[in-house]
């Protein structure tokens, strides 16, 4: 989701400004059937209806396992979940409200272990060794979790120790240009290297000034944290005059093994060599003027032959999963790497018409460690979780989903992020909390044989 403060960069932005974005009052009638000719490839099995109001809908190869709704302190209207990462029996959660930690020990049956009321926008958490760090992306009074909120003079990362789970501590923090919206870790030998995503600029802003036509690379050094600090401000965008929308960047994926990361920029996309972690050299820029307005995010497959693009038209608080938008916009585009270049061979859309007042967008997601296939799941707001593949790279097609009925009203919600972790999905919903998801299907069965022991999903590891 992109942040409120994009500068202009779009007509209607994510998080609470969907009431100016979206249509009208919500229909209670289905709408009439979606022409054929619209549709993508789909070779899900048929649906399953279950649930309460509005129902539960999910393809016969996919079971809802367990769900834990959000309690105190995350229950107000602005504490909206967000990210999600993973490292043994316990899954992290951010919200705008701070963070949660969960048991998963039993995926059916996940605990809270701990909720930390830290305000700001939007908490995406990562996690490695006993550091836990969150993106702030909105200027707040300091870094500090009881910071003054009226003096919105600091933006940037957050450092926790959660060595004891049921007890985290903050431990520092590193001031950003511009904050951070989302971020990537490098491990290195001595220091963990984070790659700091975010908008900019911001007009007037005495956190982000223009021009903001980088990224920057923080190093915390393992041994002590609190020490952590920017240390390279690389330029990666030599032909931003051809860029269509804002400075900076939405999300960077890199894969250390391959010495490549993927950033997908707002108006661009780029494939850069981080062979020198510091010092990321730029290997091909990418534009798609016709079908992507915010390149949000990016997903190699496990060969590290192709990249996934996503395009989140509308900053996330439109309906673009309707037959008012093409199938190429507000999709996700699959790139094979040849000879060290990216070429384009197909697009990916959910092929579930939502209703005039959801929310939906190709958002997070990760792989399916299936071996010898390019599978993903993956969040689509209000259009739920997909699950798809694109083992052809131009001929991708769901094989499985689950989805909530709409939410009333103009709001934000649904899955914010779907991953899978060790046999299990986990998608992080806005409003409703932690759903965990299980696919049984003879193509992704061979996952269940993968075990990791930690997932991040910005920081990929083959399998």
């Not at 705008?96 to 969960?102: A, T």
């Not at 995926?107 to 809270?112: E, I, L, M, T």
């Not at 220091?191 to 600029?201: A, D, F, M, Q, R």
Request: hydrophobic share 35%.
């Amino acid at each position: 989701m992109i942040s409120a403060k994009l500068r202009g960069a779009v007509v209607c932005t994510a998080l609470l400004l969907a009431s100016a974005c979206a249509g009208g009052p919500l229909a209670l009638e289905e709408p009439p059937a979606t022409p054929a000719s619209t549709l993508q490839e789909t070779s899900a099995p048929a649906a399953t209806v279950t649930g309460t109001a509005g129902g539960v809908m999910m393809s016969d190869n996919v079971e809802h396992v367990a769900h834990v709704p959000k309690t105190a302190p995350f229950t107000g209207m602005d504490d909206i979940n967000t990210d999600l990462a993973f490292q043994g029996d316990y899954a992290y959660v951010g919200n705008f409200g701070g963070f949660s930690i969960y048991d998963i020990t039993d995926p059916r049956k996940p605990q809270v272990v701990s909720q930390v009321s830290c305000p700001g926008q939007q908490n995406d958490v990562t996690i490695y060794d006993n550091l836990l760090i969150l993106s702030i992306d909105e200027p707040i009074g300091g870094p500090e979790c009881d910071a003054n909120q009226n003096d919105r003079s600091w933006e940037g990362l957050r450092i926790f120790d959660v060595s004891n789970k049921k007890s985290p501590k903050y431990v520092g923090a590193v001031q950003t240009e511009c904050g951070s919206h989302t971020h990537t870790m490098v491990p290195g030998q001595d220091s963990l290297y984070v790659y700091v995503s975010s908008p900019g600029p911001e007009p007037d802003s005495e956190t982000c000034p223009a021009p903001h036509e980088l990224i920057q690379i923080v190093e915390v050094p393992l041994s002590s944290p609190q020490s952590a600090k920017v240390v390279a401000k690389p330029d990666i965008f030599p032909e931003r005059q051809h860029s269509q929308l804002a400075s900076g960047c939405h999300d960077i994926t890199a894969y250390p093994e391959k010495k490549l990361a993927a950033a997908a920029c707002f108006g661009d996309g780029v494939l850069l060599d981080i062979s020198d972690p510091v010092n990321p050299k730029v290997l091909q820029q990418l534009t798609d003027t016709e079908n992507f307005q915010i390149w949000h995010s990016a997903t190699f497959n496990n060969d590290g032959t192709k990249v996934v693009f996503s395009d989140e038209l509308g900053g996330g608080g439109q309906a673009t999963c309707d037959r008012n938008t093409p199938v190429t916009k507000g999709a996700n585009a699959v790139y094979d790497l040849v000879n060290g270049q990216l070429e384009r061979r197909g697009y990916f859309k959910i092929p579930r018409e939502q209703r005039p007042n959801e929310n939906c967008v190709a958002h997070n997601g990760s792989l399916i460690p299936v071996p010898g296939k390019d599978i993903m799941v993956q969040s689509w707001y209000q259009g739920g979780v997909s699950i798809w593949d694109f083992t052809d790279s131009a001929n991708p097609k769901e094989i499985g989903y689950f989805e909530r009925g709409p939410v009333k009203g103009n709001v934000i919600a649904g899955s914010w992020s779907a991953y899978y972790y060790n046999g299990y999905i986990y998608s992080s919903d806005i409003t409703e909390g932690l759903d965990v998801l299980e696919i049984k299907d003879p193509l992704t069965d061979p996952a269940k044989k993968v075990r990791m022991d930690d997932f991040n999903v910005q920081t990929q590891k083959s399998y």
